[in-house]
């Protein structure tokens, strides 16, 4: 069933032939004997209390076995010390926010269970509740600490000076496949078929939820249909899942559906950002500020960095930024894709390009003189940096010279033409993993590690990486994760998996190299494993390492750079936006493999693109409650709402964040293309949008 295949671009997916015949089992395609299914309910306020729960006419339903709420959950040891996680299922009557779990149904069908939670009810005593960002923005309070360089709100003494807010909506987690969580206990022993990014940190989770050894935790999930950061936490419906399948003694699949997604596996928070930035007259930044609220949960808080990038992205001697929340009646947010960085890249870029009109500068040539060749914030050297290189080759294949420096100055056929460029930066992190490599007498290498693969290629790429250092046939490499079992690996999140697996697979393989060395005696850059195996009477060698960033990696800072370059088409009688072309160029370090990476920036192209177009929850304020809670209504990109996009890799290697010299781009990808949007929109029609998402009305002048 595999098929590999190399050329110039790299090698194709070593799992893919598995996945598109279906041959590979996802997290609800798990059936075991003696399955029932479960469905959770929700709460229909978003604060207060529940005053009752009749399930009556659910418990007499066919084919129902429990109906499960705090009234009857049983005993869990982490809630009877005291130290049940924020926003648990079946701790209390409390309602948090609406479309909390507050019951679970099980019965012997999927579509038993899913109608009998219909005919729960409960009542509530409902109490006053907050859910609007732009409300509460006066009752913000401190997220982290405020940063400083220089003298604070310098801009304001500048030659030239913009300020300026950007409001961005909550954007919901909608993978394409739906969560899900499969829970079987074995006496005091529980085994899990789940989503998850991070294997051993949900390991842990259960763990400590059940006062449980490691032993008796066994994770898998081996494969994950879109998480982008949605997959990393033990969320409350599985949570409700571990706790029902525990209490009937039965395998339990519990999956939530597409409304519930909207509530139960977090969202990115929408964001009020004020930036105020100042330069002399030839265009050289003076000062920059940038402050930024956001929202997170009452009961649960939760940061990123939403004001980070502006903090080292130019070479500017005053910069000073701030981040505050709102506490919310809502569930709490989570990371999503390039996590703070989007929202606030998107910000920040879009300013920079205001500033370089106001300036009367080409926004391109902006970046250029305020280019930062050293970290001004850490005040360290990048470990590399090929941000200029993005600028160039990506203007010279965009063809940014065209462009009109008035706007809506170019008009063909009723539409309104407009170019613009943004960009991205996103930390190219590295965390310690460990991985297991055994070469075999019949010439298979196994390389085994408890990380997942979310959908970048993951087994894909230690393949790349084990075959670069032990030459042997790639079709001879299997790697095995996906489960709790395996060696620990770092959570599949923030970019880093390729650095921090990849750099143990790298590891354990040159020091399973060496032991065949050393056995055989020699030397060789390409010994004959099989015959050194055969010619020592020996089955297999097997090596276990952990791999770390090195001390080196401190004196550095590390980050993967894009330029992305838009042209977009503005009807000028409706308002609607056609994008025609992107180009998106990309510093990632070494590209290990083309054909996977391209996949990924094309991936965040797509979102920035709906980002800047189409994506908005909506929630009704009264109730708390979503409205566009579907993918009808939630308006996603679609093949209509995409060009062709071009990718290019400047492809040179980092010599610090790991042995192979890469840096992530799953992050990346995403992060400056909703400004690049917005500023080729303003190009266009002469209209600035700084309220995503920029649709038709907004921009009818």
């Known amino acids: 069933m595999r098929e590999i295949a190399a050329d110039k671009d790299g090698i194709k997916r070593v799992d893919g032939r598995l996945k598109v015949t279906g041959a590979i089992k996802y997290a609800a395609e798990y059936n075991l004997p003696g399955l029932v299914y479960g469905a959770v309910v929700s709460s229909t306020i978003a604060k207060g209390a529940m005053t009752g729960i009749d399930s009556k006419a659910a418990e007499k339903a066919p084919g129902v076995l429990a109906v499960l709420s705090h009234l009857n959950a049983p005993e869990v040891p982490l809630y009877k010390a005291g130290k049940a996680p924020p926003g648990s299922p079946f701790v209390n009557d409390k309602i948090l926010y609406n479309g909390q779990p507050v019951a679970l149904v099980i019965a012997n069908t999927f579509e038993r269970a899913k109608y009998a939670a219909s005919l729960v009810k409960i009542t509530y005593k409902a109490e006053p509740h907050q859910t609007s960002l732009d409300a509460n923005l006066k009752n913000a309070t401190k997220a982290d600490d405020d940063y400083q360089r220089g003298t604070a709100n310098a801009y304001q003494s500048a030659q030239v000076k913009i300020e300026v807010e950007y409001r961005t909506p909550i954007h ?17 022993k529980v085994t899990l078929y789940t989503k998850s990014q991070h294997i051993k940190g949900m390991q ?51 999956v939530i559906d597409r409304e519930q997604m909207f509530t139960m596996v977090g969202y990115r928070s929408p964001t009020v950002q004020k930036l105020g930035l100042g330069a002399s007259a030839d265009g050289k930044l003076t000062g920059m500020t940038h402050d930024a609220i956001a929202e997170t949960a009452t009961y649960q808080q939760f940061t990123e960095g939403i004001t980070s990038t502006t903090n080292f992205l130019y070479d500017c001697p005053n910069v000073n930024t701030s981040y505050k929340l709102a506490k919310l009646d809502l569930s709490v947010p989570t990371y999503t894709r390039g996590p703070g960085e989007t929202v606030g890249v ?23 003189k305020n280019y930062s060749e050293t970290d001004p914030e850490r005040n360290i050297p990048y470990s590399s940096k090929y941000l200029r290189e993005c600028f160039e080759l990506g203007a010279a294949k965009f063809g940014w010279n065209k462009r009109n420096e008035k706007p809506r100055s170019v008009e063909k056929d009723g539409w309104l033409i ?18 297991r490599a055994k070469l075999s007498a019949d010439g298979i290498l196994l390389i085994q590690t408890a990380t997942s693969d979310m959908g970048p290629g993951t087994a894909t790429m230690m393949t790349i990486i084990a075959s670069e250092i032990i030459n042997i046939p790639v079709e001879n490499i299997r790697v095995e994760l996906g489960s709790s079992a395996l060696p620990y690996a770092a959570g599949e999140y923030g970019s880093m998996t390729t650095s921090s697996v990849g750099s143990s697979v790298y590891d354990v393989c040159t020091e399973l190299k060496g032991k ?13 494993y099989v ?9 297999y060698l097997e090596i276990t390492k952990q791999s770390h960033p090195g001390a080196d990696a401190r004196k550095y800072s590390s980050f993967a750079y894009n330029v992305n370059f838009v042209e977009a088409h503005v009807h000028k009688a409706t308002g609607m936006v056609k994008i025609v072309k992107v180009v998106s160029a990309v510093d990632g370090g070494k590209i290990l493999n083309p054909i996977t990476a391209r996949s990924q920036i094309l991936g965040g192209v797509v979102w920035g693109i709906g980002m800047a177009l189409t994506e908005e929850g909506v929630i009704d304020h009264r109730y708390g409650k979503y409205v566009n809670s579907n993918l009808g209504d939630y308006h996603l990109a679609t093949n209509a709402d995409v060009p062709q996009i071009e990718v290019i890799f400047i492809d040179k290697k980092d ?16 992060v400056g293309v909703a400004a690049a949007v917005t500023n080729a929109i303003f190009n266009a029609t002469g209209i600035r949008v700084r309220d995503l998402p920029a649709t038709p009305d907004k921009l009818i002048s």
């Open 346 to 368: 998107y910000a920040l870029e879009s300013a920079m390009d205001e500033l370089a009109h106001v300036l009367n500068i080409d926004p391109l040539e902006f970046r250029l």
């Open 172 to 188: 919901v987690h909608n993978a394409m496949e739906p969560f899900a969580v499969t829970s079987v206990w074995d006496g005091d």
């Open 655 to 670: 010599p610090v964040t790991n042995p192979m010299g890469s840096k992530g781009i799953g992050e990346v990808g995403i």
């Open 531 to 539: 015959k050194i195996l055969k010619d020592h009477n020996l089955p």
């Open 204 to 254: 842990q989770d259960v763990m400590k939820l059940f006062n449980l050894p490691e032993e008796k935790v066994q994770l898998y999930s081996k494969v994950i249909g879109g998480a982008f950061g949605s997959g990393s936490p033990l969320w409350p419906y599985a949570k409700a899942a571990l706790i029902g399948s525990k209490m009937i003694g039965k395998p339990l699949k519990v």
């Open 418 to 435: 407009g170019y613009g460029l943004a960009t991205g930066a996103y930390f190219a992190g590295r965390a310690p993993s460990t991985a």
């Open 516 to 528: 065949f060395n050393e056995v055989s005696g020699g030397s060789a850059d390409n010994p004959d």
